[in-house]
């Protein structure tokens, strides 16, 4: 079975991921493969190159993506090529990991995918946990891990799609309202909950 673990920012996800790996259960990152497709010598990095110019990279020939970020933040055109080409290149990757899992003999496989609703990548999993905070204690959160003011935390929220739109998307919500413990213990009675599902 393949989980799609998703959130918002400052919900917990990472937290809730790193409980799951804890536990020896595979997880497959989007972030972190979003990362290795585009390092030079992946086919990724190679259109890249080819669509943006050898402008964009640093001298040791990797990536410049904050130069990147640039050029595409402000125009839509070159953001579409970008994600045409990063986002076929990772959802192959995840899915190669995924099924390498399962053939290896694991019963249960976790994709981290920050974006799974806007991203539309519901087809990949068997189902979707979503892990959730209040929205008044997301943005506590954020203020206090990134030391930011409460305009550029709500920005920041705001970009996304709404915690409660997710909500009603999820097959499980995890709640994530109160400290540490009590996240740790609904993650390991949901993962059991799971193991044990026919």
């Not at 595979?26 to 190159?49: C, F, L, N, Q, T």
């Not at 030391?147 to 935390?153: I, M, S």
């Not at 309202?177 to 044990?196: F, I, W």
């Given at each position: 079975?393949?989980i799609?673990?998703?959130?918002?920012?400052?919900?917990?996800?990472?937290?809730?991921?790193?409980?799951?790996?804890?536990?020896?259960?595979?997880?497959?990152?989007?972030?972190?493969?979003s990362?290795?497709?585009?390092?030079?010598?992946?086919?990724?990095?190679?259109?890249?190159?080819?669509?943006?110019?050898?402008?964009?990279?640093?001298?040791?020939?990797?990536?410049?993506?904050?130069?990147?970020?640039?050029?595409?933040?402000?125009?839509?055109e070159?953001?579409?090529?970008?994600?045409?080409?990063?986002?076929?290149?990772?959802?192959?990757?995840?899915?190669?990991?995924?099924?390498?899992?399962?053939?290896?003999?694991?019963?249960?496989?976790?994709?981290?995918?920050?974006?799974?609703?806007?991203?539309?990548?519901?087809?990949m999993?068997?189902?979707t946990?979503?892990?959730?905070?209040?929205?008044?204690i997301?943005?506590?959160?954020?203020?206090?891990r990134?030391?930011?003011?409460?305009?550029?935390?709500?920005?920041?929220?705001?970009?996304?799609?709404?915690?409660?739109?997710?909500?009603?998307?999820?097959?499980?919500?995890?709640?994530?309202?109160?400290?540490?413990?009590?996240l740790?213990?609904?993650?390991?009675?949901?993962?059991n909950?799971?193991?044990?599902?026919?």
């Amino acid at each position: 079975m393949i989980i799609g673990l998703t959130g918002g920012i400052a919900t917990g996800k990472s937290t809730v991921s790193q409980i799951v790996r804890n536990q020896g259960i595979p997880i497959v990152d989007a972030d972190i493969i979003s990362r290795e497709v585009v390092m030079p010598g992946k086919e990724a990095y190679e259109k890249i190159v080819s669509s943006f110019g050898a402008g964009i990279l640093h001298e040791d020939k990797t990536i410049n993506r904050a130069q990147l970020g640039e050029i595409i933040f402000n125009d839509a055109e070159k953001r579409s090529v970008l994600n045409n080409i990063v986002h076929p290149a990772v959802r192959k990757e995840m899915r190669l990991q995924a099924d390498s899992y399962l053939k290896a003999g694991e019963s249960l496989v976790i994709m981290d995918i920050p974006l799974l609703f806007e991203s539309k990548l519901t087809h990949m999993v068997n189902r979707t946990w979503l892990v959730y905070a209040k929205p008044e204690i997301q943005l506590e959160r954020l203020m206090l891990r990134d030391d930011f003011t409460e305009q550029q935390a709500l920005s920041r929220i705001q970009s996304q799609m709404p915690i409660d739109e997710k909500k009603k998307l999820a097959d499980i919500v995890i709640e994530n309202n109160g400290s540490l413990t009590e996240l740790e213990s609904r993650v390991l009675q949901l993962l059991n909950d799971t193991k044990n599902r026919p």
